[in-house]
């Protein structure tokens, strides 16, 4: 079967999409989304979103990872799926999707989407490490020189240690600069690999790394793909409200692929 898709990204963190409302892509299975999201032989991308029709909302977002298996919130992939909506000519001034975690709220201006995250109840200390969940569960460490760090051999020594390796966890490596703005580097569970960035994992380094306990925060982060800003309410119980992250999403390119197997 031939299906049309298109190619996404967002600070580097690149996804294929498909119009999936006349529920054509429904059926896809395991293997052949890991073969589409395939570097080598297939399109290749970080994960596989199918934009769906839904009753009571402007779409629904299914994300997948690399690997096949249907992922939990990616918060790259709602920016980036809410630029395919307007793109197909879903046009809002505000959008309401349905994901994996809930209902999300959305606006774009030009190229930026603003994406509403889940509210957040608290921050799990762990030693000196932070673990939350921003829609995906997450790991965060404080790296004092993160661009000089092996992201792979260390995220992998945290993904796969006893406690995380059945479920996983994505791990973030979080430098602080003197401006109170952030670097971050990934490593993704279910890509198995460092990505150009990830959405819920830097707005889960953004909660740990506030600058109010009390009231508003505005930070900025980096990426190896691009800049990101996550903007919140912090409550002093230390849970975290009105969550949005803004970055850039982009088309890259639209194609078709015939995929086997599929009847
Ligand atoms: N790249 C995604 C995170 C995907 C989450 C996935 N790796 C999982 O934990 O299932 C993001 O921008 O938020």
Redesign the pocket.
């Known amino acids: 079967m031939e299906i049309t898709f298109y190619k996404y990204q967002?600070t580097g963190?690149d996804f294929v999409l498909a119009d999936n409302r006349r529920n054509h892509c429904s059926r896809l299975t395991e293997e052949q989304i890991k073969h589409i999201c395939d570097r080598r032989f297939g399109i290749g991308a970080?994960?596989f979103m199918l934009l769906n029709e839904k009753e009571g909302y402007d779409f629904e977002m299914v994300?997948y990872?690399a690997d096949g298996?249907e992922?939990?919130?990616?918060?790259?992939?709602?920016r980036c799926i809410v630029k395919f909506a307007n793109d197909l000519g879903i046009k809002k001034n505000r959008y309401v999707f349905l994901a994996t975690d809930g209902p999300h709220e959305a606006t774009l201006e030009g190229d930026a989407v603003s994406l509403k995250m889940k509210d957040v109840e608290g921050i799990r200390k762990y030693k000196t490490d932070s673990v939350l969940n921003?829609?995906?569960?997450h790991y965060v460490q404080l790296e004092p020189d993160v661009m000089s760090l092996d992201v792979v051999k260390e995220g992998q020594r945290i993904r796969y240690s006893k406690e995380y390796t059945d479920e996983?966890?994505?791990v973030n490596f979080v430098q602080v600069k003197e401006d109170g703005s952030l670097i971050v580097r990934?490593y993704?569970?279910?890509?198995e690999n460092e990505?150009y960035?990830?959405?819920?994992?830097?707005?889960a380094a953004a909660l740990v790394f506030h600058h109010n306990d009390n009231g508003f925060n505005s930070i900025d982060i980096e990426t190896i793909g691009g800049k990101l800003n996550v903007r919140y309410h912090r409550e002093l119980d230390g849970s975290f409200n009105n969550i949005w992250l803004k970055g850039p999403a982009l088309q890259v390119f639209k194609g078709t692929i015939n995929i086997t197997g599929h009847d």
Not at 197 to 203: A, L, P
């Open positions: 967002g963190n970080d994960g994300y990872n298996w992922g939990s919130m990616c918060g790259n992939g709602g921003t829609g995906s569960p996983g966890i994505n990934t993704e569970r279910g890509v990505t960035s990830c959405g819920t994992g830097v707005t």
